[in-house]
């Protein structure tokens, strides 16, 4: 598997090189600081796999693969702990690195990678709603959210979530048009993602959308707008009521 490395820290460049060289199903074919040499190289060295730093110093890498375009290789990102980064690239369903990378994570994507190489291509769409929501440094910057389900990638309008409900590990979506999505991700990977656009976790299982809540029992219980019934965990309630009151 051919790799590429974009990244403009010298230290974790050779951290990277150092623990790739022990991998031996990979071969580090090029690497750059700059954008304008990557756009030169990645279409001439045709990667498999590139691990892309999201700034440099001529740019971000976002684009770059905008410019290039998709030549059939998967993308991990590698960022410092960025919330607006990490949001970005939780929209577009790419991998990603913490900086300082982790030697056990990095063998880890890279095995991903080795052996789910069709599954896990990019493509445009997802490049562009994560360039997008990353350029604007907000939550309000896009509406959509990439959707991995096992054979395809749905794009869907956040506005059109109702609530989303959690079971061993699976997220289901519950839409307006009464579908429901399973994505094989738990609630917490999403939660960050839909909390600025007026969701809330009012359950370990659930993360409702409250322009869908129809009414809310003091019990214990959020009715929704297709009459479904959420559960408030009792250590939500006060939260809850508080939300309630301040969108009242």
Known sequence: MKLY?????VRILQHLLQVIQDISYVEVVGHAAEIAKAAREIPALKPDIILADIRLKDGDSFRL??????DGFQVIFLTAYDQYAIQAL????FGYLLKPIDEV?????????????QQEQFDQQQLEIARQHYAAQGATATRRIALKRVEYMEIVSIEDI????SDKGYTTFYLKDKREI???????????????????????SYLVNFQYVKKYY?????????????PVSSRKREEVLKYLENIS
Not at 5 to 9: G, K, Q, S
Not at 65 to 70: R, Y
Not at 182 to 204: A, T
């Open 162 to 165: 109702m609530f989303c409900k």
């Open 5 to 9: 490395i974009l990244e403009d820290e």
């Open 90 to 93: 939780n929209m577009g369903a």
């Open 182 to 204: 399973l994505v094989s991700k738990g609630l917490i990977e999403y939660e960050s993602i839909l909390i600025p656009f007026g969701f809330i976790r009012c359950h370990q």
């Open 218 to 230: 003091r019990e214990g219980i959020l009715q929704m707008q297709n009459n479904e019934q959420v």
């Open 65 to 70: 693969f905008h410019e290039i375009g998709n």
């Open 105 to 117: 994570a990095l063998a880890a994507i890279l095995n991903k990678c080795y052996h789910h190489r």
